[in-house]
T-cell receptor, first 116, second 111 residues
Framework: GAGVSQSPSNKVTEKGKDVELRCDPISGHTALYWYRQSLGQGLEFLIYFQGNSAPDKSGLPSDRFSAERTGGSVSTLTIQRTQQEDSAVYLC?????WGQGGPEAFFGQGTRLTVV | SQQGEEDPQALSIQEGENATMNCSYKTSINNLQWYRQNSGRGLVHLILIRSNEREKHSGRLRVTLDTSKKSSSLLITASRAADTASYFCATEGAAGNKLTFGGGTRVLVKP
């Protein structure tokens, strides 16, 4: 597709359940980011993938959060044993790698996660 | 933790007025970028300024960067009701890794 695609757009889950959020980046973009945004707040960095390098996981808030990026393309963010404080919009962004063009990031429309 | 902090947190102006918002950051950067967000969903890139630049223009946008003060400003001239949105600054660290966002400025342009 032409842009970053995230699915689902909305997810309601029960406390304690696991959820998977998917991000399809722009084709050819080697860098991929996940952010979390609570209502009316800024973007909280979660994890960053760059090519074949080890991901920067420094923003993951707990070991219940994990992410992977298969084949350098699609990424999945998994939240295990969801808690109410996990409710937020989860945003994915991708961009070209170093030396391959402008460093601006392109965002998906996000997944709004509600834990009840 | 957030690298960038924006000021003010919220701004309300009349259509036709200029809107100015500021961003401060803490560590060395390669570049600083401004993004816009409507309705709490995806962000759209507006303008980028590199660490060796001091000022940049794009249409009604003007961004400045003062690396000695670790601060940037975004000016929107002749604002329109359609400029109502949240505006975020984001910094790319000198190591060229993650893009870190500030808390944003919510701008309301009243017609």
């Amino acid at each position: 597709g032409a842009g970053v695609s995230q699915s689902p757009s909305n997810k309601v889950t029960e406390k304690g359940k696991d959820v998977e959020l998917r991000c399809d980046p722009i084709s050819g973009h080697t860098a991929l980011y996940w952010y979390r945004q609570s209502l009316g707040q800024g973007l909280e960095f979660l994890i960053y993938f760059q090519g074949n390098s080890a991901p920067d996981k420094s923003g993951l808030p707990s070991d219940r959060f994990s992410a992977e990026r298969t084949g350098g393309s699609v990424s999945t963010l998994t939240i295990q044993r969801t808690q109410q404080e996990d409710s937020a919009v989860y945003l994915c962004a991708s961009r070209r790698g170093w030396g391959q063009g402008g460093p601006e990031a392109f965002f998906g429309q996000g997944t709004r996660l509600t834990v009840v | 933790s957030q690298q960038g902090e924006e000021d003010p947190q919220a701004l309300s102006i009349q259509e036709g007025e200029n809107a100015t918002m500021n961003c401060s950051y803490k560590t060395s950067i390669n570049n600083l970028q401004w993004y816009r967000q409507n309705s709490g969903r995806g962000l759209v890139h507006l303008i980028l300024i590199r660490s060796n630049e001091r000022e940049k223009h794009s249409g009604r946008l003007r961004v400045t960067l003062d690396t000695s003060k670790k601060s940037s400003s975004l000016l929107i001239t002749a604002s329109r009701a359609a400029d109502t949105a949240s505006y975020f600054c984001a910094t790319e660290g000198a190591a060229g890794n993650k893009l870190t966002f500030g808390g944003g400025t919510r701008v309301l342009v009243k017609p």
